[in-house]
């Protein structure tokens, strides 16, 4: 074999193990773009239609809830349920579908509410004459100020921030519809000292 020939051997095998090792880190490539496109999408799709974060903003809420905690928002649960009474929701404020509130569904739709003498008390068919709402996770001594008595509606729901005195709700601006529902919130991710899962607190009714 003459020298010549043999180089043309070896340069062709280099040729061909170098497009081998190109080939090959271009479908690793490929592989990588797909994942990275398939993990954006699922993010967008959660984030967009699943959950969804929500900073808290101001007073209304305390002390269950403080100015800046980081929420997770669960927007899937209603579509096949329905809000159950003591859920924190964040709703578009009727007035301004561009503001969402961060409040508690005391009462539920076709419910009898009164607020007066600084407690809430609920008319349904188990509690015809009425019943005093006990709300555990309130101080004892704070109270529900202010003067209401309504019927919700079918689709109506009746909601207070959990600081009584410093909250504008629906002692304000009435019911809201079920329709401006963005979802519940489902978790606490900061500060780290407060993570938690919420469960729905139990009432006397």
Request: net charge neutral; hydrophobic share 40%.
């Amino acid at each position: 074999m003459s020298e010549q020939s043999w180089f043309e051997k070896m340069f062709k095998k280099t040729g061909q193990g170098m497009a081998l090792t190109l080939a090959g880190a271009g479908l690793l490539i490929l592989e990588l773009v797909k994942i990275v496109v398939l993990a954006g999408v699922t993010i967008l799709l959660v984030r967009h239609f699943l959950f969804k974060p929500f900073y808290v903003q101001g007073a209304s809420m305390e002390p269950n809830f403080d100015d800046r905690d980081y929420l997770i928002i669960d927007e899937l649960s209603y579509r096949f349920r329905e809000p159950e009474r003591g859920e924190v929701i964040v709703f578009r404020y009727p007035d301004n579908p561009k503001e969402f509130f961060l409040k508690r569904i005391i009462a539920l739709p076709g419910e009898g509410v009164k607020v007066a003498e600084g407690k809430v008390t609920i008319y349904n068919q188990e509690h015809p004459e009425g019943v005093v709402v006990k709300e555990e996770y309130l101080s004892k001594e704070l109270a529900t100020v202010g003067e209401q008595s309504l019927r919700l509606g079918p689709d109506q729901f009746f909601v207070l921030g959990d600081n009584r005195t410093n909250s504008y709700d629906s002692r304000r601006f009435g019911p809201i519809e079920k329709n401006v529902i963005v979802g519940r919130a489902w978790l606490r991710g900061w500060p780290v000292s407060k993570v938690e899962i919420f469960k729905v607190p139990e009432f006397n009714l």
